[in-house]
């Protein structure tokens, strides 16, 4: 197995520079590049083609999600889908949590994440699964409850969350999510470890750890970041 390949889209130079720094000390990864712009950007995730694209959802020139749509639609679908991304984001502004979470990334980071957490979210990610902050998770499970389908991340684009795919659809279709089931979902997407729901649902450990892998199992999910990231974007939450 090579190195972890990663590009890196921000343009707070401290920040960029740091994350960087501290990335090429890993082992087992590469930092192939940098930009501070949206435009150069896309250019270096063309050329570079990494395994993770590092990428802030708030840049002067565009915005990430134009980034990472035109990255994807530039290349054989097969190819850019080589390219995992996460996307950074303000957990303080709600508008901008819910842009990034609509532009399909592979994994959702606030800005302030401690490095220690970046690098496992970088690895989780590699692997083909999802990380996504629970603070970014509550706020995208807020936005469900409302009944909005869709944000604006600026004044002349709409980006819709996206749903499931068909085939995820039709298994939950025939077997759906029990209620508590429901429960433990939303408890899951809201960050709570199992012993901790356990406690609110009034529910022994072993309970509760069944009623996950269920949970896990009709989302064909392979981790409870998976299966969160899957129930908001099924809005099974409500």
Not at 46 to 64: E, H, N
Not at 145 to 166: E, F, L, Y
Not at 185 to 194: A, H, K, M
Request: with cysteine; hydrophobic share 45%.
């Amino acid at each position: 197995m090579g190195d972890i390949r990663v590009a890196i889209i921000e343009d707070h130079s401290l920040t960029r520079i740091g994350m960087r720094s501290s990335l090429n000390e890993q082992e087992g990864i590469q930092v192939v590049g940098d930009e501070a712009t949206a435009d150069n950007g896309l250019k270096l995730l063309q050329s570079t083609k990494p395994d993770i694209a590092i990428v802030d959802i708030g840049l002067p020139d565009r915005d990430g999600i134009w980034l990472v749509q035109q990255f994807r639609e530039s290349l054989v679908s097969e190819t850019a889908a080589q390219t995992k991304v996460m996307m950074l984001t303000s957990f303080a502004k709600e508008q901008m949590v819910l842009a990034a979470f609509a532009a399909g990334a592979d994994s959702y980071c606030v800005k302030t994440i401690k490095f220690e957490l970046l690098l496992e979210a970088l690895h989780i990610t590699h692997e083909g699964q999802s990380w996504i902050d629970p603070a970014i998770a509550r706020i995208v499970l807020k936005h469900t409850r409302q009944g909005a389908a869709a944000v604006k991340p600026n004044a002349t684009q709409t980006v819709a969350i996206s749903a499931i795919d068909p085939e995820q659809a039709s298994i939950l279709q025939a077997d759906p999510l029990t209620n508590r089931e429901l429960q433990v979902l939303e408890l899951i997407v809201q960050g709570y470890s199992n012993n901790e729901i356990a406690q609110k649902l009034y529910l022994s450990l072993g309970s509760v750890k069944v009623y996950v892998r269920g949970v896990l199992n009709k989302l064909c999910a392979s981790d409870r970041t998976q299966a969160a990231v899957l129930a908001l974007r099924a809005g099974l939450l409500n």
